[in-house]
């Protein structure tokens, strides 16, 4: 599937972030389920031929400007 709809070579991927990681009716995991689900992400998406990029814990503008500047 990944590879029949791949409009690009690279993923950008957030690593969970224990400081601000919140329970909700959406997130119910607790984070170190999160924390397991982050890995077979980057693990899957590796096996797939992607490049995984993690985007790094700062600051919202900083994760953004790291997003759109990236080459």
Do not use: C, M
């Not at 972030?17 to 997130?27: C, F, G, H, P, T």
């Amino acid at each position: 599937f990944l590879n029949n709809n791949r409009y690009s070579k690279q993923v950008f991927i957030t690593p969970p972030w224990k400081e601000i990681y919140l329970n909700d009716q959406v997130r119910q995991e607790p984070f170190e389920t999160a924390v397991k689900i982050h890995e077979l992400l980057v693990e899957t998406y590796k096996e797939q031929g992607y490049e995984v990029i993690l985007v790094p814990k700062d600051t919202i503008e900083n994760r953004v400007s790291f997003v759109l500047n990236h080459e």
